[in-house]
């Protein structure tokens, strides 16, 4: 299996500009995770998936942040407007999931995004 | 709710010597903890993983840690260090029940020196 596939590795935008991050989680995995990486923050939960419906989107920082997740093996992470401290690394991470068992997550190479 | 406490942001150690990364969690049950590594520019992977029985439990490339209830901690250790194992390494628990997030320690960055 080629693991969690996001794309693309690097994104370099201006401030106000959309951003889309992409992520194809291992195929049979029917949880998906966005986690994000600041120096501020260390690796914080964005939002996760079980079985393509958002569990806990508690994590988004605010509406300029969504995500969807149309199938078992599709998922996107927008952001819209872009600004400057949305700047970190984005991982996607997927698992296969089973009610009251906890399940290795995966994670994908991430995503460095730069907001000038 | 789950909380991970990395007390060393960074640490120094000079190679073929032994190393203890602290960690500390905070849970009203019996968590699920792991220790993963980060490369510069890379993604997390997975060096161990406790779940329950024998509290010492060994991971890839030489790693180990000792789940200690009394201490509601986890340190990784290491006998001898390559100059290789220089990263990012992060304890993190999760809930034992479901497909729940990780929550992560804030990291401890590991420089080895000749």
């Known amino acids: 299996d080629a693991g969690v596939i996001q794309s693309p590795r690097h994104e370099v935008t201006e401030m106000g500009q959309e951003v889309t991050l992409r992520c194809k989680p291992i195929?049979?995995?029917?949880?998906l995770f966005w986690y994000r990486q600041t120096m501020m923050r260390g690796l914080e939960l964005l939002i996760y998936f079980n079985n393509n419906v958002p569990i806990d989107d508690s994590g988004m920082p605010e509406d300029r942040f969504s995500a969807k997740m149309p199938n078992a093996s599709f998922s996107t992470l927008k952001i819209q407007p872009s600004e400057p401290r949305d700047s970190a690394v984005y991982f996607c991470?997927?698992?296969?999931?089973?009610?009251?068992?906890?399940?290795?997550?995966?994670f994908g190479p991430g995503t460095r995004l730069t907001v000038l | 709710a789950q909380s991970v406490t990395q007390p060393d942001i960074h640490i120094t150690v000079s190679e073929g010597a032994s190393l203890e990364l602290r960690c500390n969690y905070s849970?009203?049950?019996?968590?699920?903890l792991f220790w993963y590594v980060q490369s510069p520019g890379q993604g997390l992977q997975l060096l161990l993983k406790?779940?329950?029985?024998?509290?010492l439990v060994q991971g890839i490339k030489g790693f180990e840690a000792e789940f200690k209830r009394s201490q509601s901690s986890f340190n990784l250790r290491k006998p001898s260090v390559h100059w290789s194992d220089a990263a990012e390494y992060f304890c993190a628990v999760v809930a034992n029940s479901g497909n729940t997030p990780l929550v992560f320690g804030k990291g401890t960055r590991l420089s080895v020196i000749a």
């Open positions: 991470a997927s698992s296969a999931g089973t009610s009251g068992h906890y399940n290795e997550q995966f």
């Open positions: 406790y779940f329950s029985g024998d509290t």
């Open positions: 195929s049979g995995h029917n949880s």
């Open positions: 849970y009203g049950a019996t968590p699920y």
